[in-house]
């Protein structure tokens, strides 16, 4: 049976969009700059190309005047987000970083039991059981014969995991209260605010803003412009046409791919439980996406943008 045209051209965006982002941490990785000096210029680049944006397409700047107290609540949490990733990445590699970042599911879950009082079911028990015991083949087995280093980077990582949900909920929080500030014009300020943060956050660290060589400035721009712009506009643009399940199904190429790059790139080496470990969590992610609770479920339309 032939798909339906605006279906497969969904598809086709999502598993773009979820492609681009799977290079963000290699692009961390690659620029030969500090954590938080990458940070600052992946926002940085993102906020040109986000103005560019608004200013060709004079529609998606609605409310931009607006609306900035609430942007800098978000850009907080975004900064603290990024801060973390970023050095996660540079401890343990783009591929576990990445995977642990994406224990935000489970961290909205938790969220979504303690302050909205709801419910899991029986599947979503499962992911969590799934993800707990792939991380323990992953990490737990070898905990103590691991570097303090690489156990900072595992903490880190799921530190990240916290931080981009405190970033997930205030954005999806403001965008019900001043529903008349567009998404585009909204990820715009936050954009700049964050790069505003983190570039004092880089001043007060006592780092450099000079981009060492052409290799680390190319790895910059494409971080700001195909991970947190084009990635992004990607994925946003398709997910209406799809079904939930696929979108969740697509978007697990992130953290795949983004392993996947490490072992090709990095040299990533992972003994026979480790990578059932992965495959574990990974499992448990997918499963969380579709049976996460209802009231928390909406965020995913930010989620999907991990500007990650």
């Not at 969009?17 to 940085?44: E, H, K, L, N, Q």
């Not at 978007?251 to 790059?261: A, D, I, R």
């Amino acid at each position: 049976m032939k798909a339906h045209p605006h279906t497969a051209g969904s598809v086709l965006l999502v598993l773009t969009g979820a492609i681009m982002i799977s290079f963000a941490a290699v692009f961390v990785r690659v620029a030969d700059v500090a954590p938080t000096t990458s940070a600052f210029y992946r926002m940085a680049f993102g906020s040109i190309a986000l103005l560019l944006l608004i200013a060709v397409r004079p529609r998606l700047h609605r409310g931009f005047l607006g609306g900035w107290p609430g942007s800098v609540l978000i850009a907080t949490f975004f900064t603290a987000d990024l801060w973390l990733w970023h050095r996660s990445i540079h401890f343990i590699g783009p591929g576990l970083s990445t995977l642990l970042a994406n224990f935000q599911v489970f961290v909205l879950a938790a969220i979504g039991v303690f302050w909205f009082r709801e419910r899991i079911g029986a599947r979503f028990a499962m992911a969590i059981a799934l993800a707990i015991g792939g991380l323990w083949l992953l990490f737990g087995q070898e905990w103590n014969e691991l570097s303090g280093q690489y156990r900072a980077g595992v903490v880190l990582g799921l530190l990240t995991a916290l931080a981009y949900s405190a970033y997930i909920l205030s954005l999806r929080e403001f965008r019900i209260r001043q529903s008349q500030t567009g998404l585009e014009a909204r990820l715009t300020q936050v954009t700049i605010l964050c790069g505003a943060m983190m570039g004092a956050i880089n001043l007060a660290e006592g780092h450099s803003f000079a981009i060492p060589d052409r290799d680390s400035l190319l790895a910059l721009i494409a971080l700001g412009v195909v991970c947190q712009v084009l990635g992004w506009l990607a994925i946003t643009r398709g997910m209406p046409g799809l079904p939930a399940s696929l979108v969740g199904l697509l978007l697990l190429l992130q953290p795949t791919l983004s392993m996947v790059w490490d072992v090709l790139m990095f040299e990533l080496q992972l003994g026979a439980m480790q990578y059932a470990g992965a495959g574990m969590a990974l499992v448990g992610i997918y499963i969380g996406l579709r049976a996460r609770p209802a009231a928390i479920a909406p965020a995913r339309e930010t989620a999907e943008a991990r500007q990650s």
